[in-house]
């Protein structure tokens, strides 16, 4: 089974305007970090949130947010004010076990957002 | 913050030439680096994580002996790719994390393999 699924291949949006882009997850670890990451076509990889399982609020990192939904296993990026730049490949991650350097990623099939003017 | 570089960032070579990729933490110690793959407008597939000291740990599917992994200091961990094919181009990006549960991975810029 997926343990990380994003069912939107790819999303436009009208610049200026917030944008949701899913995921879901699965676990039975009750230990687990949840990532996203934003890809330019340049390549690089981008962190932008991090999400941790015994966290009680949602994150929040300037324009981006994190709607977790424990109960539901998501973990829904949030981005408001959309801009040009952030046309982009969107993936989630999640890496279970905690505060363990060895811990890999694993990574969802991610989104591609596109930034209408 | 935490930089990871990547060298080369492009690479172009001709079939059965072998080449190295290098993974370098620049401002912490790494004990463990991740090499992944993608394919275009694909997702990063996990191929082997990477152990200073040690051998590393390669997923399934993936050929221990075409991939070779050395991870000799705390800061290096590098890939070769041996022999390669045209099969083998694509996108190869390595990560490391610090310790601490709310660190993120971070990723190198990526390498750009193509193989003629």
């Known amino acids: 089974a997926q343990k990380i699924t994003q069912t939107q291949p790819g999303m436009f949006v009208q610049e200026k305007e917030a944008v949701t882009l899913d995921c879901t997850y699965d676990t039975s670890d009750p230990s687990y970090g949840l990532f996203w990451y934003k890809q330019p076509s340049s390549g690089e990889m981008i962190f932008l949130i991090y999400q941790g399982s015994y966290d009680q609020q949602n994150a929040t990192e300037g324009r981006y947010s994190l709607n977790f939904q424990k109960a539901r296993k998501s973990a829904n990026l949030v981005i408001s004010a959309s801009q040009l730049g952030d046309s982009a490949m969107y993936f989630c991650?999640?890496?279970?076990?905690?505060?363990?350097?060895?811990?890999?990623?694993?990574f969802g099939g991610g989104t591609r957002l596109m930034v209408k003017p | 913050g935490a930089v990871v570089s990547q060298h080369p960032s492009w690479v172009i070579c001709k079939s059965g030439t072998s080449v190295k990729i290098e993974c370098r933490s620049l401002d912490f110690q790494a004990t463990t680096m991740f090499w992944y793959r993608q394919f275009p407008k694909q997702s990063l597939m996990l191929m082997a994580t990477s152990n200073e000291g040690s051998k590393a740990t390669y997923e399934q599917g993936v050929e221990k002996d075409k991939f070779l992994i050395n991870h000799a200091s705390l800061t290096l961990s590098t890939l070769t790719v041996t022999s390669a094919h045209p099969e083998d181009s694509s996108f190869y990006i390595c990560?490391?994390?610090?310790?601490?549960?709310?660190?993120?991975?971070?990723f190198g810029d990526g390498t750009r393999l193509s193989i003629l």
């Open positions: 991650a999640m890496r279970e076990g905690y505060n363990n350097a060895g811990n890999m990623l694993t």
């Open positions: 990560s490391a994390r610090q310790t601490g549960s709310n660190q993120p991975q971070h």
